[in-house]
């Protein structure tokens, strides 16, 4: 025993016994990576050969050194020795290479077959997927099952996009959809998810390991960051472009290969790190994520051509009153003034087009193909996704159908940004446009100006539907639950009819309804219905402080409806104002100087006085819109008992009738009020008309002197600075200082009693 161990030999001996044993791992390494690749995978070994030829060398290598060891050989062994280790490091090199070539040739062929179009494209799928899935290492059965799952995977996936396609998602969304759902399918139809520790088959445990897989937190917040990048990168640059990119098929193709890519590249390698252990490298999710969008690009590239040769299919001479482009949204006429019909066979939608004649719906889906030429044999151009919307001047198109609909329709696409204008159907125009079903709804014509354009042939110009809303007051005080007001309503046609928006305001004495603009009120304005306390004053909208009406004053009897309440309202279209939190002090400034000029005074605040004004839209003044607010001193005890309590009125009569007696009790704050001194009067007049005395004293000094308590004359003030408490409610504390000094300042004159 001790005469077979050789001092001498001890350390070299064992780092060359190391270096063979090293050597037979690596082969052994290499093998068993071999034998894991799939078909598909081995479809790099056409273009790449190291790792093969860095095996033989090492296979060669070995028997070598095993033939040295036996012979005992030491010299060569221990120099054959030191050649392993660099062998070592070349194969290993060169089998992470073959590991990159055999993954991206792999992804590039499956996503180039996921992307082409038409039956070749699902054939493709499923063989790319089914071979991708089957180890030509293991035995018939179970290639046959990953096969058959492999299959099912590559065409559910392709499903998904022609499914998305279908539905015209946008690129961003359709990227990061389709690598969402790659990751499910990866997991739920691979059978390696189902086995258990023994290797046996365990549902439960695959379903659970699917569902951990999709739903990994990290893979997920890699979805949305990778869909917000995406869609404002892309949004960002068809703007830009003026829509070039959604436009062009090919385009879009290639930028959804881009997103899928780069959302499954990332996805990719979060889970690789966790199921190796290795905690997570931003950098190599960047780099994967990034050179897989750049070969899905490549990938998606035939598709894209494809999709753009479909959309091109279009003779030449097809032409129908203009020369034709190859985005038919650019069609205008010639003249450049009038802007030529255009006429579509509608394949799906045909419930949508009687929806939106019968006005029970503003908006719709149609699936269409333009019609190119003349005639009944006329070519037809692709399926396209038409959203049909009623659109009035300054509302909003619908996002989500913008970015996503092939073609748009809608009134006024002069004030539509660029974007959106790009894909309406006449996007040269302005004002209304017209659609205009023919007898069965098959075919429909678009059509701009002011009138429907008589087409001729089976389309009728009675029958055009102008694409503007048609909600009248009508049918807005109803759907606000304002039935009653609605009933009355109903007795003036003038008013009932009007073109209305939304219900905009509601007190106890009045409902404010939209009115949009028309020829009767080209900027629009507001129906209101009021039940004023004292009736209908003639003054009122023609006070220099009001806004203005715009219509004639119609009183509505109440008790003929079934309501139950008694007495008149009144209808009238008043001026469109802007209400507001607070407003510019000039601009209140001025409005007391009105209605103290006026003689008059606010006699109901409200709860919030700020929206009992506002400022006109047409001349940029603080204006009343609350007529019955403001009025003679005295003139509403009704609302004075409201404002001061029934108490303080009550106070008040009997202190008129305890004067007579003189009581010690009487206070002079009840009283004074009730004693003629035309003295006092004059002085009073004198004060009031002092210039140096600012608007909002003045107002303030008018209050106190009719009586109204410190509280009642530091409201309108109160409004004027605009500040709140920390529960949102009026702060009154400055106000009430300053009405305070202008109440001593004028006891101090004799002005009031103290």
């Not at 004639?552 to 001026?575: I, P, R």
């Not at 009105?594 to 929206?611: L, M, Y």
Request: include cysteine; glycine fraction near 10%; charged fraction near 25%.
């Amino acid at each position: 025993m001790l005469e077979e161990f050789s001092p001498a030999r001890s350390d070299s001996g064992a780092v060359e016994s190391n270096a063979l044993n090293n050597l037979r791992q690596e082969i052994a390494a290499h093998e068993k990576e071999s034998q894991s690749r799939s078909y598909l995978s081995k479809i790099s070994d056409f273009v790449y050969r190291k790792d093969e030829n860095s095996l033989a060398a090492m296979e060669q290598l070995r028997s070598t050194m095993e033939e040295a060891d036996r012979t005992g050989d030491q010299a060569k062994f221990a120099e054959l020795s030191r050649q392993a280790a660099g062998l070592i490091e070349d194969d290993r090199q060169n089998r992470k290479v073959q590991d990159e070539i055999s993954h991206y040739s792999s992804g590039f062929i499956k996503t180039a077959a996921i992307f082409a179009r038409g039956r070749l494209g699902l054939i493709g799928a499923v063989g790319a997927y089914a071979l991708d899935a089957m180890n030509p290492s293991t035995d018939f059965r179970t290639q046959l099952i990953d096969g058959t799952l492999g299959g099912v995977k590559g065409g559910l996936l392709k499903g998904t996009f022609e499914f998305l396609g279908s539905k015209q998602a946008g690129v961003a969304a359709q990227g990061v959809a389709l690598g969402a759902s790659s990751r499910l399918l990866e997991y739920g139809l691979s059978r390696k998810t189902y086995e258990g520790a023994n290797g046996e088959f365990n549902l439960l445990s695959g379903l659970g390991n699917t569902v951990r897989g999709t739903l990994d937190s990290k893979a997920m917040v890699s979805d949305v960051v990778v869909f917000g990048l995406a869609h404002g990168l892309l949004s960002k640059t068809n703007s830009l472009t003026g829509g070039f990119v959604q436009k062009s098929p090919m385009l879009r193709t290639v930028l959804t290969g881009t997103t899928f890519g780069v959302a499954t590249g990332s996805t990719n390698e979060i889970l690789r790190q966790n199921a190796a252990g290795e905690s997570f490298d931003l950098s190599k999710v960047l780099k994967r994520s990034l050179l897989q969008g750049a070969v899905d690009s490549l990938a998606a590239g035939p598709g894209g051509m494809q999709a753009r040769s479909a959309a091109s299919l279009r003779p030449a001479d097809a032409t129908a009153g203009g020369d034709r482009t190859a985005n038919p949204a650019d069609l205008t006429a010639k003249d450049g003034k009038t802007v030529t019909p255009r006429e579509f066979v509608v394949e799906k939608g045909q419930e949508v087009i009687a929806a939106l004649a019968a006005g029970s719906e503003s908006s719709g889906w149609l699936r269409v193909r333009e019609v190119l030429g003349n005639g009944s044999r006329s070519p037809l151009g692709p399926v396209k996704n038409l959203f049909v919307q009623h659109f009035g001047k300054g509302q909003a198109v619908n996002e989500a159908a913008a970015a996503t609909a092939d073609l748009l329709a809608f009134c006024h696409p002069e004030s539509a940004p660029a974007e959106v204008r790009g894909k309406h159907v006449l996007p040269e125009s302005s004002g209304s446009v017209w659609l205009t079903p023919d007898k069965t709804s098959s075919r429909v014509a678009f059509t701009a100006g002011d009138k429907p354009a008589n087409i001729g042939g089976d389309y009728r110009a009675d029958k055009a539907i102008e694409l503007r809303p048609e909600k009248t007051v009508l049918q807005a005080l109803s759907e606000a639950g304002h039935n009653d007001l609605a009933e009355l309503i109903a007795k003036t046609s003038k008013l009932a009819t009007l073109e209305a928006g939304e219900v905009i305001g509601q007190g106890n004495e009045s409902v404010a309804v939209e009115v949009m603009p028309s020829k009767a009120y080209p900027d629009g304005g507001v129906l209101k219905i009021s039940i004023p306390e004292c009736g209908w004053e003639k003054t009122w909208g023609r006070r220099p402080f009001d806004a203005k009406l715009l219509s004639g004053v119609h009183s509505l009897d109440m008790n003929q409806t079934g309501s139950g309440h008694g007495g008149t309202a009144y209808a009238y279209v008043q001026e469109l104002v802007t209400t507001m939190e607070r407003y510019d002090p000039l601009l209140l400034d001025r409005f007391m100087e009105k209605i103290a000029e006026s003689g008059k005074e606010f006699q109901d605040p409200g709860a919030d006085p700020t929206k009992q004004i506002g400022i006109s839209d047409t001349t940029g003044e603080i204006v009343l819109i609350d007529y019955g607010a403001v009025d003679k001193p005295g003139t509403n005890e009704t609302h004075q008992t409201i404002i001061g309590g029934a108490q303080r009125v009550e106070a008040q009569y009997d202190a008129e009738d305890r004067l007579d007696f003189k009581e010690e009790t009487d206070s002079p704050e009840n009283v004074y009020e009730t004693l003629v001194d035309g003295g006092l009067e004059g002085r009073r007049q004198a004060a009031l008309a002092d210039q140096r005395l600012l608007p909002h004293q003045r107002m303030m000094l008018q209050e106190l002197f009719d009586g109204s308590s410190l509280q009642d004359a530091a409201l309108l003030r109160a409004v004027e600075l605009g500040k709140m408490t920390a529960k949102g409610e009026l702060d009154m504390k400055q106000a009430l200082a300053e009405a305070r000094e202008v109440r001593d300042s004028a006891r101090k004159a004799g002005l009031l009693p103290k």
